[in-house]
């Protein structure tokens, strides 16, 4: 059974430091080293993207100063232009204020120094949000009375560990209650959801579908890497890429002599090979999916990550060895995030966001 407080990420963006739900990572240890960084840092509260709220109390000694100048710079803010007052968008006509993306600014663990940089993410997240309570609201889905009252009293309580006083700073930026409940409750309705559309029939399937991901096989391979210029994709990279994937492919020149000749990455100085890797982990996301894909001795098609271009050619496979049983939180977390990308992205094509 998949727990609330272990459901995944859903639309939103990680923030720093945030734990991959796909990894095998006990709650605790994560809980503590989170922790650590956060007092090192502005002891400003991080909570997961599905509102998980497990992490450690920071010594009881009062509000810290940190959270006692932001809340004092807010509630200033507020009095000039009340944050609830300045509307970023309107998603079928419902606002989203300032107040809620500071809200989840703070949430997130988001420094006042990052803030600017990442307002723009914040918000599309709290569009996605919406949409998917629009949705939920069209399948006539809820959750128990119960739950959303320990939710709310869980973060009330964690704000409070971090020096905050969730209701006062909500109300100095006009930041109605039912509007920030909605915000923290939303995965739980989608867990809901989720539940019922995700059965053992759905699960059992993508498992055949993919067994390599799920069973935990490991590959090895060995790659050829361009970096984009100045960290920006570009055609004349995609280019030269595709023209060394074209020899290689014909024969005109050999992966290893490819790799010595073009490849950017510190593996080249070991013939590309980057070692063995699962489906989530050393290598890009994008970068791993396709070399799941290959066989072994296959030159994949280049694979474009944030870094640059990707020449995979897997060299091994180690079987896995673990059962559908093993992977069934995985699995059910996957397919519910696929999920909600879905809805998204069928939504905004049709929704009027302003």
């Excluded at 890497?225 to 004349?236: E, I, L, N, R, S």
């Excluded at 066989?295 to 640059?308: A, H, I, N, T, Y």
Aim: net charge positive.
């Amino acid at each position: 059974m998949t727990s609330l407080h272990s459901f995944p990420r859903l639309a939103m963006p990680p923030a720093q430091g945030q734990p991959d739900f796909s990894q095998k990572t006990s709650l605790r240890t994560w809980s503590q080293q989170r922790t650590r960084k956060l007092i090192e840092t502005t002891a400003v509260l991080w909570v997961g993207l599905c509102l998980t709220l497990a992490l450690g109390e920071l010594p009881n000694n009062g509000r810290t100063a940190v959270a006692s100048e932001q809340e004092s710079q807010a509630t200033s803010v507020g009095k000039q232009t009340p944050l609830h007052q300045v509307i970023v968008r309107r998603v079928n006509g419902r606002p989203i204020s300032s107040a809620q993306v500071e809200f989840l600014r703070i949430s997130r663990g988001i420094t006042d120094q990052d803030a600017a940089a990442a307002q723009k993410s914040l918000i599309e997240t709290l569009v996605d949000n919406e949409l998917i309570r629009e949705f939920l609201a069209s399948q006539k889905v809820t959750v128990a009375d119960a739950d959303i009252a320990r939710r709310k009293e869980q973060f009330i309580q964690q704000w409070k560990n971090f020096g905050y006083d969730l209701p006062a700073i909500t109300k100095s930026w006009g930041l109605a209650e039912p509007t920030w409940t909605a915000d923290i409750t939303t995965p739980l309705a989608w867990y809901v959801y989720s539940q019922s559309q995700i059965n053992d029939a759905a699960i059992a399937a993508e498992f055949k579908r993919q067994p390599m991901r799920w069973n935990g096989t490991r590959l090895r391979a060995r790659q050829l890497f361009v970096k984009w210029p100045a960290g920006q994709p570009d055609a004349a990279t995609r280019e030269k890429m595709a023209e060394i994937k074209a020899r290689i492919q014909a024969g005109q020149l050999s992966m290893e002599a490819a790799i010595r000749q073009y490849s950017e990455s510190p593996s080249a100085s070991q013939g590309g090979d980057v070692g063995w890797f699962g489906y989530r982990g050393r290598l890009p996301a994008a970068v791993s999916r396709a070399a799941y894909l290959q066989q072994v001795g296959e030159v994949g098609q280049p694979v474009e990550s944030p870094l640059g271009i990707h020449l995979i050619e897997v060299t091994d496979i180690r079987p896995g060895e673990l059962g559908i049983e093993d992977a069934r939180k995985e699995i059910f977390d996957e397919l519910s995030q696929s999920r909600w990308n879905e809805i998204v992205a069928r939504s905004r094509e049709s929704a009027r966001i302003e």
